[in-house]
C-alpha cells in the first residue's frame, strides 16, 4: 500500500511554489537494485524557469527504515564533492550511523551532473593522464593553457547541460524528491559541499525542513561570490594539515617515513618523482611529483586515523616507488568533470588576467608543497577552480548568489572541525552566525567533517536528526583519533 501511494505521487503534478512554473514529474518504478535498497529514476525540468526545454534523469534510491513502527519519515542525504555519488553515500552511511538506518527511509541521489543523473564529461582519462604528465614546471600559463583545454572540453562534450547543473537546480531537485514520497517536511544530512546544497535549500523552502544536519560546512557567502577569499583559506588548511602530519612524524619514532626528516624526505621524494616519473612500459607517465601532491590533498582528509597508514605509503612511494599515492589520477576524471563544472556554473571570479596571477601566486606561496599543483595544474579538485572558471563561458542559469540567512527554518545544526583540510572550520563558524536558526557542533580534531572521525559528533548528528535535540550551545567534541 505505501509503495503504491509513493507511486501514484511521483507522477503527480509538482507545484512550486517559489513562482517558477509548475512541473509534472514522472518517474520509472521502484526496483530493488540490491543491498536492501530500492532504485527509481525521477524525470526533472533541464531548467525549471523553462521546463519546454525537456527533462533530466535523476537517479534516486531508498533503504526502507527497519523500525517501521518508530519511522520518522524519508532522510536525503548528499556527500558532497561536487561530483560525489549520494547513491553509494546512502550504502556507505547504513552501518555508521545505524539508528538512522532504524527510523528513517535513507534517501540517496546522484545531482543533476553527476553519475547516473547525466555525467557532465569533459576530458578524458587519457587526456587527464597527459595534463598531470605535463604539468610541471608549474606556471601560470600553463594553467592557462590547462583551463583553456579543460574548457574546451567541457563545452564540446556536455556543453547543452552545463548551464543547468548549478546547485539552486540541484536544491530544487531535492524538492522535487520530497514531493514524490510524499513527505511534507525534509529531513536532510549533507557533508562538504552537501551543505551548500541544504543551504541553498533552506533558502528557497525554508518551511520545509523538519530537521538539516550540515556537517563540514561552507561559508556560502564566500563560496558563491568571493570565491578567491573562499580559495585561499582552503590552500592554507590543506597546507597546514600536511605540515601537522608531517610534525607528528618527526615527533613519533614509530613513524615510517623521513627517518626523522619526514618534512624534508617529502620535498625530496617530490623532486625525485619530477626528475624520474613512474612509466608504464610503453613509456606513459603514470605519477611524478604532481600526482604525489595531488593524492596526499585527497589523503589528508582521513584525518589522524589515517597519518600513520599515508606515512607507510609515502615510505613505500620512495623505496620502490609504487603504492597507493602514485596511482595515476586519470581514473578521477569524471569527478573533476562534475566538480569544476558545477563550481564554475555557482561561482563568478572576478574579471582580469592581473587580479587572477596575483591570487594563484599568493595561494601557491602560502602552500608552497600543495598549493602549485591546484593553482597552476590541470583544473580538477576544489581549489584549482580559478584558471578555469575565470574563463568559462558557459550561462551560469542555475546560480544562486543568496541570500543565505534562511528566515523561519526550523533549527539547523552545523558541524565543523577544527583541523578539516577541505572546508576550513571558519566556515562553519561563519554558516552557524549567517542562518537566523542554526547551532554549532565543535569537532576538535583532524580530518573532513566531524561524522567520519568523531563518535561524539554521530552520537550529536544522531540525537538531533531522530529527535530534533539540539547540542548544547558551545558543545565540542574532543575524542580525535591518535594517530
Same mark, same amino acid.
Given at each position: 500500500m505505501f509503495l503504491r501511494r509513493c507511486l501514484a505521487v511521483l507522477t503527480a503534478l509538482l507545484v512550486l511554489t517559489s513562482g517558477l512554473p509548475a512541473w509534472a514529474a514522472t518517474t520509472t518504478s521502484w526496483t530493488d537494485c540490491g543491498d536492501g535498497f530500492e532504485c527509481a529514476t525521477l524525470q526533472v525540468p533541464r531548467d525549471y524557469r523553462n521546463p519546454a526545454l525537456g527533462t533530466i534523469p535523476l537517479a534516486v534510491n531508498r533503504h526502507r527504515a527497519t523500525d517501521h513502527a518508530h519511522r520518522v519519515g524519508a532522510l536525503l542525504v548528499n556527500p558532497g564533492g561536487p561530483g560525489g555519488s549520494g547513491l553509494r553515500f546512502a550504502k556507505r552511511l547504513l552501518p555508521r550511523f545505524p539508528e538512522l538506518a532504524a527510523r528513517f527511509d535513507v534517501v540517496g541521489f546522484d545531482p543533476r551532473g553527476v553519475g547516473a543523473s547525466g555525467q557532465v564529461r569533459c576530458l578524458t582519462d587519457e587526456e587527464t593522464r597527459r595534463g598531470f604528465e605535463d604539468a610541471r614546471p608549474l606556471t601560470f600559463d600553463r594553467g592557462q593553457a590547462f583551463a583553456a583545454q579543460f574548457n574546451a572540453a567541457c563545452q564540446a562534450r556536455s556543453g547543452d547541460m552545463l548551464p543547468y547543473i548549478g546547485t539552486e537546480s540541484v536544491a530544487r531537485d531535492m524538492d522535487q524528491i520530497r514531493v514524490a514520497l510524499g513527505e511534507e517536511k525534509f529531513n536532510y544530512f549533507g557533508v562538504s559541499f552537501g551543505t551548500f546544497i541544504g543551504t541553498v535549500y533552506a533558502n528557497l523552502f525554508p518551511k520545509r525542513i523538519r530537521v538539516m544536519a550540515l556537517d563540514g560546512a561552507y561559508d556560502p557567502e564566500a563560496y558563491a561570490n568571493r570565491p578567491y577569499s573562499y580559495d585561499f583559506w582552503q590552500y592554507v588548511e590543506i597546507e597546514g594539515a600536511l605540515n601537522r602530519m608531517l610534525d607528528w612524524c618527526a615527533r613519533d619514532a614509530s613513524c615510517p617515513f623521513g627517518d626523522g626528516d619526514p618534512h624534508g624526505a617529502f620535498d625530496r621524494l617530490v623532486r625525485s618523482l619530477d626528475r624520474d616519473p613512474?612509466?608504464?612500459?610503453?613509456?606513459?607517465?603514470? $605519477?611524478?611529483?604532481?600526482?604525489? %601532491?595531488? #593524492?596526499?590533498?585527497?589523503? +589528508?582528509?582521513?584525518?589522524? =586515523?589515517?597519518?600513520?597508514?599515508?606515512? $607507510?605509503?609515502?615510505?613505500?612511494? %620512495?623505496? #620502490?616507488?609504487?603504492?597507493? +599515492?602514485?596511482?595515476?589520477? =586519470?581514473?578521477?576524471?569524471?569527478?573533476? $568533470?562534475?566538480?569544476?563544472?558545477?563550481?564554475?556554473?555557482?561561482?563568478?571570479?572576478?574579471?582580469?588576467?592581473f587580479e587572477l596571477r596575483a591570487r594563484l601566486a599568493l595561494a601557491a606561496a602560502v602552500g608552497p608543497r600543495l598549493g602549485p599543483i591546484a593553482a597552476y595544474g590541470p583544473p580538477g579538485y576544489d581549489h584549482s577552480h580559478a584558471n578555469a572558471c575565470q574563463r568559462w563561458t558557459a550561462q551560469r542559469a542555475s546560480r544562486y548568489p543568496g541570500p543565505w540567512n534562511a528566515p523561519g527554518s526550523a533549527p539547523i545544526l552545523v558541524v565543523g572541525t577544527t583541523g578539516d583540510p577541505d572546508t576550513p572550520y571558519r566556515d562553519a563558524v561563519t554558516l552557524a552566525r549567517t542562518l537566523d536558526n542554526a547551532r554549532l557542533l565543535t569537532f576538535v580534531g583532524e580530518g573532513h567533517s566531524g561524522q567520519g572521525h568523531s563518535a561524539c559528533a554521530r552520537a550529536a548528528i544522531t540525537a538531533y536528526l531522530v529527535n530534533r535535540t539540539l547540542p548544547a550551545p558551545g558543545t565540542r567534541c574532543t575524542d580525535n583519533p591518535t594517530p
Amino acid at each position: 500500500m505505501f509503495l503504491r501511494r509513493c507511486l501514484a505521487v511521483l507522477t503527480a503534478l509538482l507545484v512550486l511554489t517559489s513562482g517558477l512554473p509548475a512541473w509534472a514529474a514522472t518517474t520509472t518504478s521502484w526496483t530493488d537494485c540490491g543491498d536492501g535498497f530500492e532504485c527509481a529514476t525521477l524525470q526533472v525540468p533541464r531548467d525549471y524557469r523553462n521546463p519546454a526545454l525537456g527533462t533530466i534523469p535523476l537517479a534516486v534510491n531508498r533503504h526502507r527504515a527497519t523500525d517501521h513502527a518508530h519511522r520518522v519519515g524519508a532522510l536525503l542525504v548528499n556527500p558532497g564533492g561536487p561530483g560525489g555519488s549520494g547513491l553509494r553515500f546512502a550504502k556507505r552511511l547504513l552501518p555508521r550511523f545505524p539508528e538512522l538506518a532504524a527510523r528513517f527511509d535513507v534517501v540517496g541521489f546522484d545531482p543533476r551532473g553527476v553519475g547516473a543523473s547525466g555525467q557532465v564529461r569533459c576530458l578524458t582519462d587519457e587526456e587527464t593522464r597527459r595534463g598531470f604528465e605535463d604539468a610541471r614546471p608549474l606556471t601560470f600559463d600553463r594553467g592557462q593553457a590547462f583551463a583553456a583545454q579543460f574548457n574546451a572540453a567541457c563545452q564540446a562534450r556536455s556543453g547543452d547541460m552545463l548551464p543547468y547543473i548549478g546547485t539552486e537546480s540541484v536544491a530544487r531537485d531535492m524538492d522535487q524528491i520530497r514531493v514524490a514520497l510524499g513527505e511534507e517536511k525534509f529531513n536532510y544530512f549533507g557533508v562538504s559541499f552537501g551543505t551548500f546544497i541544504g543551504t541553498v535549500y533552506a533558502n528557497l523552502f525554508p518551511k520545509r525542513i523538519r530537521v538539516m544536519a550540515l556537517d563540514g560546512a561552507y561559508d556560502p557567502e564566500a563560496y558563491a561570490n568571493r570565491p578567491y577569499s573562499y580559495d585561499f583559506w582552503q590552500y592554507v588548511e590543506i597546507e597546514g594539515a600536511l605540515n601537522r602530519m608531517l610534525d607528528w612524524c618527526a615527533r613519533d619514532a614509530s613513524c615510517p617515513f623521513g627517518d626523522g626528516d619526514p618534512h624534508g624526505a617529502f620535498d625530496r621524494l617530490v623532486r625525485s618523482l619530477d626528475r624520474d616519473p613512474v612509466r608504464d612500459p610503453d613509456g606513459k607517465v603514470l $605519477a611524478n611529483g604532481s600526482v604525489l %601532491a595531488y #593524492s596526499m590533498i585527497f589523503e +589528508l582528509n582521513g584525518g589522524t =586515523s589515517a597519518w600513520r597508514t599515508l606515512a $607507510a605509503q609515502l615510505q613505500e612511494a %620512495a623505496r #620502490s616507488r609504487t603504492g597507493d +599515492l602514485l596511482l595515476p589520477l =586519470s581514473d578521477s576524471s569524471s569527478f573533476f $568533470a562534475a566538480n569544476v563544472a558545477v563550481e564554475c556554473a555557482d561561482r563568478v571570479y572576478p574579471a582580469g588576467r592581473f587580479e587572477l596571477r596575483a591570487r594563484l601566486a599568493l595561494a601557491a606561496a602560502v602552500g608552497p608543497r600543495l598549493g602549485p599543483i591546484a593553482a597552476y595544474g590541470p583544473p580538477g579538485y576544489d581549489h584549482s577552480h580559478a584558471n578555469a572558471c575565470q574563463r568559462w563561458t558557459a550561462q551560469r542559469a542555475s546560480r544562486y548568489p543568496g541570500p543565505w540567512n534562511a528566515p523561519g527554518s526550523a533549527p539547523i545544526l552545523v558541524v565543523g572541525t577544527t583541523g578539516d583540510p577541505d572546508t576550513p572550520y571558519r566556515d562553519a563558524v561563519t554558516l552557524a552566525r549567517t542562518l537566523d536558526n542554526a547551532r554549532l557542533l565543535t569537532f576538535v580534531g583532524e580530518g573532513h567533517s566531524g561524522q567520519g572521525h568523531s563518535a561524539c559528533a554521530r552520537a550529536a548528528i544522531t540525537a538531533y536528526l531522530v529527535n530534533r535535540t539540539l547540542p548544547a550551545p558551545g558543545t565540542r567534541c574532543t575524542d580525535n583519533p591518535t594517530p
